[in-house]
């Protein structure tokens, strides 16, 4: 019986980034940077209760929860997202003396609001903050997350990306052939910044033990800030081999 040895694989060619001399290949960043009205707006709501009485104090703290949440529902469909937060109700303890004695309690409740219609923020935001031991901040502007201005920027990038490369090859004297690769190398957006970080914090004296206003408080003037949208990507052509 005669072995036959087993032939020899055959010659591998190493994958070549840049292209050869007859397929050259070109690779371009295309980027696009969008500035646009927000789209909806978002507010927190702190609700606060203090007393010596632990059922009292809860009894307060649900009493101005309701108010707060039922003044922000009345604003209908102008509100897209309504939650509650944690609730603490904690016993502070009195620092001096034998033994360990309870001084006073303290609740609160965090509310998170998300309003489409800026008008009714405005409004919502002064008369929250109105409301008796009631904190409101904000508030912060966004997008939607399939807004379609992250696609508008995303289609743009590659727009710049072929255009790029057309400049590039028509330098040389020549034209794309194909396109090879596209990647995207970063999110649309920016971080958000979380709740405290930017933003107008509002609180009303009259929450706070100051004489209340014998009229409804006019509205705040808000001026909604404007969302920058970004798109990047990276691509790569060939093109008919230039004449150099």
């Known amino acids: ?9 055959p010659p591998t060619h190493p994958h070549t980034p840049y292209g050869t001399p007859d397929t050259p290949r070109i690779a371009v960043r295309g980027e696009a940077h969008l500035e646009v009205d927000p789209e909806i707006a978002r507010i927190t709501i702190t609700v606060t209760a203090r007393g010596k009485d632990r059922r009292s104090t809860l009894n307060d703290l649900t009493r101005r929860n309701t108010a707060a949440l039922d003044l922000v529902r009345t604003y209908g ?16 303890l009195t620092g001096h003396g034998r033994g360990e004695r309870i001084r006073t ?11 489409n219609d800026f008008t009714a923020l405005a409004e919502l935001t002064t008369r929250l903050a109105d409301l008796e031991l009631t904190r409101v901040d904000g508030p912060w502007w966004a997008l939607r997350p399939d807004s379609p201005t992250h696609r508008q ?23 794309l052939q194909a396109l090879t690769e596209i990647a995207d190398t970063a ?5 958000p910044h979380p709740p405290g970080a930017t933003g107008t914090r509002m609180r009303a004296m009259a929450a706070y033990g100051a004489p209340a206003a014998p009229d409804e408080p006019a509205p705040l003037d808000l001026e909604p800030e404007r969302q920058h949208v970004y798109a990047q990507l990276n691509a790569r052509f060939t093109m008919k081999p230039p004449k150099l």
Do not use: F, I
């Open 1 to 9: 019986m005669t072995h036959h040895p087993e032939e020899p694989p």
């Open 77 to 92: 469909q102008a509100v897209e997202r309504l939650e509650t937060g944690t609730l603490t109700l904690t016993p502070e």
């Open 105 to 115: 309690y303290h609740g609160t409740t965090h509310l998170t609001a998300e309003l």
């Open 153 to 175: 920027a995303r289609q743009q990038a590659v727009r710049e990306a072929v255009q790029r490369a057309k400049e590039y090859a028509e330098a040389l004297g020549t034209t």
């Open 187 to 191: 999110a649309d957006n920016p971080p």
